[in-house]
């Protein structure tokens, strides 16, 4: 059984710090690997996605990947109230067409 | 369409009683998903369509669940005799490719009593 593994949280971090979140996988042959924020009651959305090892930037957010651990992370700088959600780590699997997705990290930024 | 469409919201379903769950995807979309989330956990795959070919339903708890997508765009779940264990929030998402990334939607929450 192949498995995304997230600490659930919460993780409470100060308005305007970094919130760092991570996430293990099973499936050492995977390419594809997303972070999802979820606000409560509301469905997923696709933040970032990242296919190589290293680190990729969007604005605020840097999705760090490295497959040779199976770890990839998300950070997040200047965190803000509105970042306050449940994120969500999912990796393709390598032997379907479905992505695996985490349990979640809730995480609460304080104003 | 501009994003993918989920109907209905919100279903309560009498134990026993059959639910057919709606998602018009983005246009263009080739691949579609059907997920399902619990409270408090990830979405757990269910099925999969790559234009009207169902490619994966391993994800499908039993064979009350059957999913469809005659056309190659709308897709339609559906659940035969539900149960209280089916209660769940099922999301339908759209990606170009099996490999891309998802856009959700909505979700239709479904509540058996």
């Known amino acids: 059984q192949k498995e995304v593994e997230q600490n659930s949280g919460p993780l409470s971090v100060p308005e305007g710090a970094i919130a760092s979140l991570n996430c293990t996988y099973s499936d050492r042959g995977s390419q594809s690997f997303f972070w999802y924020r979820q606000y409560s009651g509301k469905s997923p959305e696709l933040i970032m996605s990242?296919?190589?090892?290293g680190d990729k930037e969007d604005g605020r957010f840097t999705a760090q990947l490295n497959k040779a651990s199976q770890y990839v992370s998300l950070l997040i700088r200047d965190s803000q109230p509105s970042d306050s959600a449940t994120y969500l780590c999912?990796?393709?699997?390598?032997?379907?067409?479905?992505?695996?997705f985490g349990a979640g990290t809730r995480l609460f930024v304080k104003a | 369409g501009a994003g993918v469409s989920q109907s209905p919201r919100y279903k309560v379903a009498k134990r026993g009683q059959d639910v057919a769950l709606r998602c018009d995807p983005i246009s263009g979309h080739v691949s579609l998903f059907w997920y399902q989330q619990a409270l408090g956990q990830g979405p757990e795959f269910l099925t999969y369509f790559q234009n009207e070919a169902q490619l994966d339903k391993s994800g499908l708890p039993s064979d009350r669940f059957f999913a469809e997508r005659p056309e190659g765009s709308v897709s339609t779940l559906k659940i035969q005799r539900t149960q209280q264990e089916d209660s769940a929030v099922y999301l339908c998402?759209?990606?170009?490719?099996?490999?891309?990334?998802?856009?959700f939607g909505s979700g239709t929450r479904l509540t058996v009593v």
């Open positions: 999912a990796v393709k699997d390598t032997g379907g067409f479905k992505t695996i």
């Open positions: 990242i296919y190589s090892n």
């Open positions: 998402a759209s990606s170009l490719g099996s490999g891309d990334g998802y856009t």
